[in-house]
């Protein structure tokens, strides 16, 4: 099977900086996605990395090195609704492994 | 309207009955598949197709059965339900830009 790791929590200071780190060791892999879920409701995405590197998407970041099979989500300027879980996913054969999800909560 | 949309939302059965969960897209696209998610392990995935003729298990099918009755639909149906496949369900679709999922179908199997 696939072995995706992923922090169960972290709680972090609103406008502060959060790295969720994600390592994986899979059969194949052709990208990995981080999503963001809040509780009872669809994952919505939020980046994708194919090439290694760093991806900036305003307030979010991911980075991906496939050598050393990792990656991480930078939040950055934390707000209290980004409170929510966070899932690692690794795209093999045109199908998503997820990793078991990291709960952030944000505190004021 | 939704992408892609799963009915019921919530659905509370009996132990050992027959239940179908289903999914409809307007995407368009050709891949579909079936993730069930409990509290602690993530999104696993149940079933999936790449194509109207195309039915394959993923790493939890027992228990599980699906059909895909166009390219649009792609349904799930436990056969005898049990309280362990108490879950939240997600049907999503995909195509090379990426991934969308439903709401979610909340299953309680009393």
């Known amino acids: 099977g696939q072995n995706i790791d992923q922090p169960t929590e972290m709680t972090a200071t609103e406008g502060a900086i959060v790295q969720i780190n994600c390592t994986y060791q899979t059969s194949g892999f052709n990208g990995l996605f981080w999503y963001q879920q809040h509780a009872g409701e669809a994952p919505t995405f939020l980046s994708y990395?194919?090439?290694?590197g760093l991806e900036e998407k305003g307030r979010f970041s991911s980075f991906l090195s496939r050598s050393k099979g990792y990656s991480y989500l930078l939040l950055k300027e934390l707000q209290m609704k980004d409170s929510a879980s966070y899932l690692c996913?690794?795209?093999?054969?045109?199908?998503?492994?997820f990793g078991a999800g990291t709960t952030v909560t944000v505190r004021a | 309207d939704a992408d892609v949309t799963q009915t019921p939302r919530n659905r509370i059965t009996k132990t050992g009955k027959r239940i179908m969960l289903e999914c409809s897209q307007t995407?368009?696209?050709?891949?579909m598949y079936w993730y069930r998610q409990d509290p602690g392990l993530g999104l696993r995935l149940i079933y999936y197709s790449f194509d109207v003729k195309d039915i394959n298990k993923g790493e939890i099918s027992d228990g599980y059965s699906v059909s895909r009755q166009a390219q649009a639909k792609f349904s799930l149906s436990l056969e005898s339900a049990i309280p362990n496949q108490t879950a939240l369900y997600f049907c999503?679709?995909?195509?090379?830009?990426?991934?969308?999922f439903g709401s979610g179908t909340r299953l309680t199997v009393v």
């Open positions: 990395n194919v090439l290694d």
């Open positions: 995407k368009g696209h050709d891949r």
């Open positions: 999503a679709t995909s195509d090379p830009g990426g991934y969308t």
């Open positions: 996913a690794v795209n093999i054969d045109y199908k998503l492994s």
